[in-house]
């Protein structure tokens, strides 16, 4: 036969997947998923079972830690000495266990994540409550198991005599499954587990009434009654753990943050940390210092803040931004008759109750073969005392000690254990008062083996039992709750003034699309003229805005959408400089612009927002619904094919819209005829335009004071009397605005109108050429005439390069109305 027909052919896939399954059913039961009877890992059970055999328990002094682990790796766990030593300091940790099943001595760790000295450094023995998971072991309460090499038996379980799966908790992670139980309270846990025993019945609702949530041994405060109710129904939920903390007052006006509790398995050298670079980072105003005074007293961390800094602001920043404030997951999985299952609290509760109906019926059975042998053997004492005489010349007169027990089984009829119990009686136990205790001792155990048998006769009784020793557990070993419960998840909000200095700045656009931010400093010595802002050759300045650093930027686009921009995010400059490119700031596409900006503090209610297209839809929508935090574009207003978004106007209603088109026509309009509609909205008819025409302008007005003025391409304009433009109706075909001189021998005004201003005062206006020249106008120069008027000239602009943009310039802010 040659080599190769030794082999048969395989599909690796296959090969694959047959062995990663059995190594994944290996790590699931025997790694990483603790037993949902005893709540414990298989390394976490061989490390207490073999402290236990080698006699390694609270009454006697400690031993070296290499010694147990020595015999764990030896006897049980052949998986290295690193993961028996890191289950053995998990288990002596007091801030990762409700119940510490070891007593360490030595440096085991801290909450500062340090790690633990070397196993051949520490000691440690069993701590008292871990006896009671080990408690009547020895009398066959358990199934046992050989050992890895054979050599030797282990548990399959431990007794368990308290629910240590919800009372200690557990996290493990193995290959398809993971596990995560919080630390629950111990007189909370055995109250439920005697109340399910009294009422099989019990919905999840009445055990909540007595396990109220979690019990973490680091405290802090536990919120979300909502996610501990979905945990305990289903075996997952989502709760919030806070840090314990309080505002103190010291001298001068100061404050400071004292935190005492933190969160669950948070480091708490890592949290002081992450504080200080909030502090270090400024990303907090008012934070001086931060301060860990934890000691022999307990944890104390210490946030020392500024003078008249908002503490409760800082406090909600650092809940917010650091592991002051964290989320904890429940996944309650444990093997249940050796597969990994997900339980709710009943579930697990159940599974306990029956484990030790389990362990106390085979300590009965095991104690009443014991009670049943020893009275065996009483009876058969006692009936020999009666026969004494004859027994003893029984004896004497026997060849040696197995013809002397052949002799008492066949005259006297005893059995031979009792006739060996015969033969070994010390010549004391003749005297009247041995005699009297044995009949008195065997009185004792005949009610025994009655008690103990009622026990296997009836549930009732069984589980009696089981509930007296739950109560011993929870008197000796139960201590109040740490962790204190909050029903609803409080909603952390951090005001910006927090994390910024409020600081009134100005706010700039140019026509190209550069933007900065300045201060009022800078301005005041650049010469405190708007005018004198730097932009680069050519450019001029389209939007300009005195904000504060505080408030936030709403910029509206042609295609309908809007981007959100914090004004302290917008980058700083000189007033001379000339600031940055917009796409830097905010994702604009290149083919996009702004065409409005609106800066927000706070998003009215009572406000809505005015969109005007160049096909005359009007779209009103409430200012709240464009509240956001997003960074990216979203959608302002719905844009058909080919329109695009000529205006916004902020508005509180009550007010009349006027649009100007390019063609010369105008309406006017109550803009609460637009009903308010959803921000992605298309709007409604607002114009009825030609074929070939657009609106170029939207202005909101009241009243009848004022006058409209329209400007056309080549720079003729005039102003009309607010009166002379009727109140119409929205969507019709509106009215005349400006006349259009056409023919040969007729000097033209213009092809069409480039922009609309409101004017009630002496205002400057601005004209952008299409080769980016900058003409300005001054209002009061445009002569007041009928709608239907000509205009005069007012900017001298040739047919070669036409105006195409119209601003109204208001200080401090400057406006676009029209283009």
Known sequence: ???????????????????????????????????????????????????????????????????????VMGNYHPHGDSSIYEGMVRMAQPWKMGHPLIDGHGNWGSQDDDPPAAMRYTEARLSTIAMEMLRDIEKRTVLFKDNFDGTAKEPVVLPSRYPNLLVNGVSGISSGFATEIPPHNLREVIDACIALMNQPGMSIDELRGIVRGPDFPTGGLVMGEEGIREAYTSGKGRIHLRSKTEIETLRGGRSQIVITEIPYQVVKSRLVTAMDNVRLEKKVEGIAEVRDESGRNGLRIVVEL?????????????????????????????????????????????????????????????????????????????????????????????????????????????????????????????TNLEITSLEKELKEIAK????????????????????????????????????????????????LEVMVSPEDVFVTLSQEGYIKRTSMLSFTRSGGELDSAGVKEGDLVR??????????????????????????????????????????????????????????????????????????????????????????????????????????????????????????????????????????????????????????????????????????????????????????????????????????????????????????????????????EQLTLDSEKAPIEERRATGRLLAQITKTDPAVTLFARSAPALEQSGG
């Open 1 to 71: 036969m040659s080599m190769l027909e030794q082999f048969l052919p395989a599909f690796l896939e296959e090969v694959v997947g047959d062995r990663f399954g059995r190594y994944s059913k290996y790590i699931i039961q025997d790694r990483a998923i603790p037993d949902v009877r005893d709540g414990l890992k298989p390394v976490q059970r061989r490390i207490l079972y073999a402290m236990y055999d080698a006699g390694n328990t609270p009454d006697k002094t400690y031993r070296k830690s290499a010694k147990t682990v020595g015999d």
């Open 306 to 430: 500024k003078k008249e800094a908002d503490a409760e602001g800082i406090l909600a920043y650092l809940l917010k931004k650091t592991d002051l404030q964290v989320t904890y997951n429940f996944n309650m999985v444990a093997i249940v008759n050796r597969t990994p299952k997900q339980l709710g609290l009943r579930e697990m509760l159940q599974a306990y109750i029956e484990h030790q109906k389990e362990v106390v019926t085979h300590r009965t059975k095991y104690e009443l073969e014991k009670a049943e042998d020893r009275a065996h053997v009483l009876e058969g004492l006692v009936k020999a005392l009666n026969l004494l005489d004859e027994i003893i010349a029984l004896i004497k007169a026997s060849k040696n000690r197995q013809d002397a027990q052949h002799n008492l089984v066949e005259r006297f009829a005893f059995t031979e254990r009792q006739a060996d119990a015969i033969l070994t009686l010390q010549l004391y136990r003749l």
């Open 448 to 495: 025994r083996i009655a008690q103990l048998r009622a026990i296997l006769d009836s549930e009732k009784k069984l589980l009696g039992v089981i509930r007296t020793e739950l109560l011993e557990i929870r008197e000796t070993y139960g201590i109040d709750r740490r962790s204190e419960l909050r029903g609803e998840v409080e909603e952390l909000k951090v005001n």
């Open 543 to 772: 939007h300009l805005h005195a904000v504060n650093t505080i408030d936030s930027l709403l910029l509206f686009t042609r295609k309908g959408q809007y981007y959100v921009l914090p004004v302290h995010q917008v980058p700083e400059f000189k007033w001379k400089d000339n600031g940055t490119a917009l796409v830097n700031v905010i994702p604009i596409p290149k083919d996009d612009a702004v065409v409005r900006i609106l800066p927000v503090r706070e998003y009215d209610p009572a406000l809505s927002l005015l969109f005007v297209t160049r096909k005359g839809q009007v779209k009103r929508t409430e200012l709240k619904e464009y509240q956001s935090n997003r960074t990216m574009a979203i959608a302002a207003c719905k844009v058909g094919p080919g329109d695009e978004v000529v205006a916004v106007e902020p508005t509180a209603g009550g007010k009349e819209l006027i649009l100007v088109s390019r063609g010369g026509m105008s309406i006017r309009f109550a803009e609460d005829e637009v009903n308010a509609m959803g921000r992605v909205a298309g709007g409604v008819r607002g114009i009825q335009l030609k074929e070939d025409d657009a609106v170029v302008a939207a202005l909101l007005v009241e009243g009848d004071e004022g006058e409209v003025l329209v400007v056309s391409d080549l720079g003729y304009g005039k102003r009309t009397l607010l009166l002379d433009y009727p109140l119409q109706g929205r969507g019709g075909k509106g009215v005349a605005t400006f006349e259009f001189k056409e023919g040969k021998r007729v000097r033209s005004n213009g092809a069409s109108l480039i922009g609309a201003a409101w004017i009630r005062d002496r205002q400057e206006l601005t004209l952008l050429t299409a080769a980016g």
